[in-house]
């Protein structure tokens, strides 16, 4: 069968200070071919090529799933979904076959169910009876359908502890991003196909083993703390149970609100505040800003701040750095900075490239060290403004590596927790909050709430360097800015590759959207000569795909996330970053001007290798800073040796070290009195100088050996000198 489908399409000019005007229209003209078909006794027709769930959904007709998803391959594995087909012996799975014209489906006969409860109770034998305990409890597939077939009684009472693995790690809680939990692991394969070929093409888990054994595993038996993970989180946003989670935070930041003892702030992503929406049963798209503002106040925070303020003041920092580098021709092209996943990736596989990095810090650490030691954190009494006590901070985000980039040298403790989106629904639905109920209308406070159209589509994949060439352009030519397009819609979509546009006055910029698209140009060189400025987001679609946003089985809910990003921009009364008054007065009062040296210190951040004696510093840094000696004492032998270069002297011994940082050193200031060791160069991978808090320079030399407690290499300083320059 033929249906015609008629697409309606509408041309569009720039026009000075406005987005576009509509300048004609016209009517495009389809040919598809559907197929008609028969479940349950309804007709239901679809386009050809479609399956037989996919029909199902058409006709509102359920049928339980575990093993698919529809951005990944699907291998029907779990067997769920087997539906009758024009009365054949065999049951066939409706993920994987195409529906027919013609086709008469049955999805309910005694037989289908009874397998499907069968089926059931082999997961249940194996699977720990911990719901309450688990971090997914209401919203995991197998609970859901545990209860709907009411086979709590098939279920045994094995607990999670009480499941153990011939050969395999089962529980592995090394990561900051990522939590593993294989007991729960129902072997659907999703989270392999999400970190291999079909997904991010990371290949940091694979399946091990045959039969009842078979489990998705690292290589050996890593912890993901020691694997090339990037912490994106993609395995934990297709994984149907409790198996991978993000690291949970909630509770913690749950607990600190309810005492009300601590001055508490916190930050929301522009992704979350749309994706939220799904989490309570709202349209995929729906933007809910007042109503997470209103719930944040509910659960007690005493501020809620937006973190498109620091996106805003990223760009500011990131289009002056760009302008600078094309000027000098220095360093090009330019890598956008502010996908912790995409970082990670750099740093663990091509740290030749850090100097192309951006050293401005994300939105998130830039909002977070504002305002914990800026002075908004002045502004709360004496015993702040004397660095004596600091406000509570939290950010919202959509992406689980965030909860990495807050923990590490030279950022960490400006945050003191990360929670995703998923994480937050959590929390609201703890305390019994009807977030649909809430009213949309509600402000951001200030002075850290004000934000631009710029700073929201930092939530879609081709946003930051849209956002980039607004600002940029004005940099490099006033007078010309207004003639240039405000919207790039060559950058835009969530579709998979690498979008490039060329940008007048500043040159070729591109974006990849999926760290498997970066890694496929960087393949060659030929980028190295072809584009001024490239943006990384390791998730597909962007921050609106991130690891930390709700769970969903709508194969459209990326472009409709990514159409409610534009549209907040296109009706944003200002639309570039240098327009948002705050951030001007932040130079005026604060910074002083975008790249200079007060920006320097707050706002930008270094890089190092993986697994390099400069990583190894600045972690041991950050301890001291921090004055955790204990964490400080996890990097030395335990006869190690630290010659400070000052009156105390060669300090020997591990647990000596962390004494001294622990009690001889003074003790730690908070808030604008704060402040940290600075490697002097921001990506030289052998350059070991380094500012101290004082403004003086010093450098180290360091000794390492290898620790092979476990069966993985650890490096550990044997001796560390300390050289006053």
Known sequence: MKTIRYAHVSYYKSKLNHSTSLIGTCFSVSIVDMNTLTINGQSVEVSEGSTLLDAATEAGVYIPTFCHHPRLPTHAVCRMCLVNVNNEEHPKPACKTKANDGDVVETDSNELLEFRKTNAQWLLARHPNDCIRCEVNGSCKLQSFVSEYQLEDSWGNKSLNLI??????????????????????????????????????????????RGSERLPVTVFDHALSD???????????????????????????????????????????????????????????????????????????????????????????????????????KELPLFTSCCPGWVNWVEINRPDLLPHLSTTKSPQQMHGALTKRGS???????????????????????????KDEAVRPGMSGDLDHVITTRELARMIKARGIAFSALPEKAAFDNPLGESTGAGQ????????????????????????????????????????????????????????????????????????????????????????????????????????????????????????????????????????????????????????????????????????????????????????IWSTSSPFGDIQGASQIAAFINTTLPPRRYGPAY????????????????????????????????????HQSTMLISKLVREML
């Open 164 to 209: 153990e693995h011939p050969r395999h790690i089962l529980t592995d809680h090394t990561s900051p991003s990522i939590w593993r939990d294989l007991s729960k692991c129902i072997e659907c394969g999703l989270c392999v196909e999400a970190c291999g070929e079909a997904g991010q093409q990371q290949h940091v888990i694979g399946f091990a083993e």
């Open 227 to 329: 694997t090339k993970c990037i912490s994106c989180g993609q395995c934990t946003l297709v994984c149907p149970v409790g198996a991978l989670i993000e690291t949970p935070h909630w509770h913690d930041v749950l607990h600190t609100l309810d005492t009300r003892r601590r001055v508490s702030a916190v930050q929301i992503a522009p992704a979350s505040r749309i994706a939220i929406s799904e989490e309570f049963g709202m349209k995929a798209g729906t933007v809910s800003t007042g109503r997470m503002i209103n719930a944040l106040k509910q659960l007690g925070f005493n501020y809620v701040f937006d973190t498109n303020f620091g996106a805003d003041l990223t760009i500011m920092e990131e289009s002056t750095e760009l302008v600078t580098r094309l000027k000098e021709s």
């Open 376 to 402: 908004f954190a002045h502004s709360l009494g004496i015993e702040f403004a004397e660095g004596n006590a600091e406000p509570y901070v939290v950010s919202v985000m959509p992406c689980t590596a965030k």
């Open 457 to 640: 589509i930092f939530g879609a994949s081709g946003g930051v360097m849209e956002a980039m060439v607004r600002t940029a352009s004005h940099f490099l030519a006033e007078e010309k800015e207004h003639t240039l397009p405000l919207e790039w819609h060559q950058l835009r979509g969530v579709s998979k590759g690498i979008k490039t546009a060329e940008i007048p006055g500043i040159g070729v910029v591109a974006i990849c959207n999926g760290i498997a698209a970066a890694q496929r140009m960087l393949e060659t060189e030929t980028w190295r000569q072809k584009y001024v400025a490239i943006e990384v987001m390791a998730c597909i679609g962007g921050c609106l795909g991130g690891g930390g946003e709700p769970k969903s089985m709508d194969p459209n809910v990326l472009e409709k996330r990514m159409q409610a990003i534009y549209n907040v921009d296109k009706n944003a009364p200002r639309r570039r970053s240098y327009e948002n008054q705050d951030i001007q007065k932040l130079y005026t009062t604060e910074l002083n001007e975008p790249n200079s040296p007060q920006a320097h210190t707050l706002l930008h951040t270094s890089y190092a290798a993986r697994n390099s004696k400069r990583l190894l510093l600045m972690r041991f840094l950050d301890c001291v800073d921090r004055r955790d000696g204990n964490a400080a004492e996890n990097f030395f032998q335990q006869d190690a």
């Open 675 to 710: 402040m940290r060791h600075r490697m002097e160069s921001t990506s030289d991978i052998d350059n070991l100088t380094v500012i101290t808090p004082a403004g003086e320079r010093c450098r180290f030399s360091i000794e390492v050996d290898s620790s092979h407690e476990t």
